[in-house]
Every structure is written in C-alpha cells, then in structure tokens.
C-alpha cells in the first residue's frame, strides 16, 4: 500500500509514518514545558538555545529531543520538520544542523544595532536624493560592513 501512495504521489495517512518516534514514551509523571515558537524570523541558533534551556528533565533522551522539538514550530517550519526523513535524525546534533542551515540566511541579513546607526546617518544624509541612489548607498553600505570596510561605531 505504502508503494502505491508513494507512486501516486500522495503522503501516507499510517500512524507509523505519521508519529515521529512512536516508540518513545514520555517519562512518568512528565509534563513537557511551554516552548517559545519559531516562525522562520529571528536567530535560528537563539531559538535552539531556548529551546535547550527547556528541556530540562529530558535527559540524554536524544529521539525525546527531536521529538519535542516540533512543539517549539509553527507555519512552513513546522512544515519543514513534519516532510523531514527522521531516519536521517540519529542525534539531536543532526536535527539542529539541518535546522540552522536552513535558517542560516536569517543570521547572516539580521544588521545589528551598531549598523543600524550607520545606515540611518549616511542614508539621512542623502535626502532629497533620488530613491534608486539611496538603494545604492545601502547596497554600498551593507557590502561594506559585510567585507569589513565599514567599522560599526561600536567596534569603534
């Protein structure tokens, strides 16, 4: 049955295939804690840290990890998780690898606070400019923090 969903290109409805880990128990008397929700914006390494933080009681129960971890998403990342292969997943390890390398962009386009300042007094100074120029210095601006050209005033 499995092949032929698979051919027809539908997702199977079995509970083994639906239930991440289904021969994992929750400990007696455990209650999992409120976890803070991703929504694909934001730190992707901060939300692992919080989530982390919460996992106290769990253990060195790695498939218990994994399996918590979908109470802490929502939207096209709960997606994400729920299309994962969960063989690929032997350790928590593996599943936070995958997660920051899809996320990764959200560190590497988030400007700080020092940048902030940059680009608000060199794009203030150019009021009264054309539009597509101030979307040029800022392209400028961002290349230049990015390679290390422009200092933030904080590393000053």
């Not at 400990?27 to 919080?50: S, V």
């Not at 218990?64 to 929502?74: A, D, P, V, Y």
Request: with cysteine; aromatic share 10%; hydrophobic share 35%.
């Amino acid at each position: 049955m499995k092949n032929l969903q698979v051919a027809r290109g539908s997702e199977s409805l079995d509970y083994e295939d639906l239930c991440i880990h289904q021969d994992i128990d929750m400990p007696l008397g455990y209650k999992p804690p409120k976890f803070d929700i991703f929504n694909g914006t934001g730190d992707p390494h901060a939300h692992l840290r919080e989530y982390c933080d919460k996992l106290v009681g769990v253990g060195r129960n790695e498939k218990l990890r994994i399996k918590l971890f979908i109470r802490s998403l929502t939207g096209e990342e709960l997606t994400w998780y729920t299309r994962q292969d969960m063989q690929n997943w032997r350790t928590r390890q593996d599943m936070a690898d995958d997660f920051m390398n899809l996320f990764r962009f959200n560190r590497e386009i988030t400007p700080n606070r020092a940048q902030q300042r940059i680009y608000f007094e060199k794009i203030m100074g150019m009021m009264g400019q054309k539009f597509s120029e101030l979307v040029k210095m800022g392209d400028f601006l961002e290349e230049g923090i990015h390679s290390g050209k422009v200092q933030p005033m904080a590393a000053l």
